[in-house]
Nanobody
Framework: VQVVESGGGAVQPGGSLTLSCVVS????????MTWYRQVVGKDSELVAQ????????YYTDSVKGRFKISRDNANNAVYLQMSSLKAEDTAVYYC?????RGQGTQVTVSS
């Protein structure tokens, strides 16, 4: 099993980024897929989740209306579209599913 995140980077407040999570070894549409984020010294935070099957979505309150999680079954990938980014969104973002997590991708929001 491999879970590989990409798409992080440095962006100014108000900017946008799209994170990608490409999976091999299991089918993303068959399991809940979750984006977490973690800041050094703090607990990880569930940011967004997409359910298996029909793909109902869940967002933590702080990102509602700004982030969108989606799934690409053909490419076995999950995405996190982030807009109106704030400094407090700065963290390492991890993709998780079927008990596996990637190495993470750093998002830094700073002017």
């Amino acid at each position: 099993v491999q879970v590989v995140e990409s798409g992080g980077g440095a962006v100014q407040p108000g900017g946008s980024l799209t994170l990608s999570c490409v999976v091999s070894g299991f089918t993303v549409s068959s399991y809940p897929m979750t984006w977490y984020r973690q800041v050094v010294g703090k607990d990880s935070e569930l940011v967004a989740q997409i359910a298996q099957g029909y793909g109902e979505t869940y967002y933590t309150d702080s990102v509602k209306g700004r982030f969108k999680i989606s799934r690409d079954n053909a490419n076995n990938a999950v995405y996190l579209q982030m807009s109106s980014l704030k400094a407090e969104d700065t963290a390492v973002y991890y993709c998780h599913g079927y008990g596996h997590r990637g190495q993470g991708t750093q998002v830094t929001v700073s002017s």
